[in-house]
Nanobody
Framework: QVQLVESGGGLVQTGGSLRLSCAAS?????????VGWFRQAPGKEREFVAV????????NSADSVRGRFTISRDKTKNTVYLQMNSLKPDDTAVYYC????????????WGQGTQVTVSS
């Protein structure tokens, strides 16, 4: 099992940047899991943002954030990051990181979320 804790959220102006962190603890290292970032805005369903594979070599992201957000991982720190640049008000949401075993259909482990608010 793994426990996930997000941090780095906050209030930022349009065009600004934030870096979210997803720190892991537990019996297995975070490098044993595929890790994704998701977000949920008020009144909307949770949506996929980005994902990174075990080795950190393959990533994918939603069309809405591609070119602005970058997902990465630091195995030495047992942490996955989401660098968010050129933020827009539409990026306002609670951001969650999640982990799953490679090949699993769904994400079994979720953090508690961190609020990101982008002011216009």
């Amino acid at each position: 099992q793994v426990q996930l804790v997000e941090s780095g959220g906050g209030l930022v102006q349009t065009g600004g940047s934030l870096r979210l962190s997803c720190a892991a603890s537990g019996r297995r290292a975070l490098s044993s899991y595929v890790v994704g970032w998701f977000r949920q805005a008020p009144g909307k369903e949770r949506e996929f943002v980005a994902v990174i594979d075990l080795a950190g070599k393959n990533t994918n992201s939603a069309d809405s954030v591609r070119g602005r957000f970058t997902i990465s991982r630091d195995k030495t720190k047992n942490t996955v990051y989401l660098q968010m640049n050129s933020l827009k008000p539409d990026d306002t949401a609670v951001y969650y990181c999640a982990a799953k075993i490679r090949g699993a259909e769904g994400y079994a482990y979720w953090g508690q979320g961190t609020q990101v608010t982008v002011s216009s």
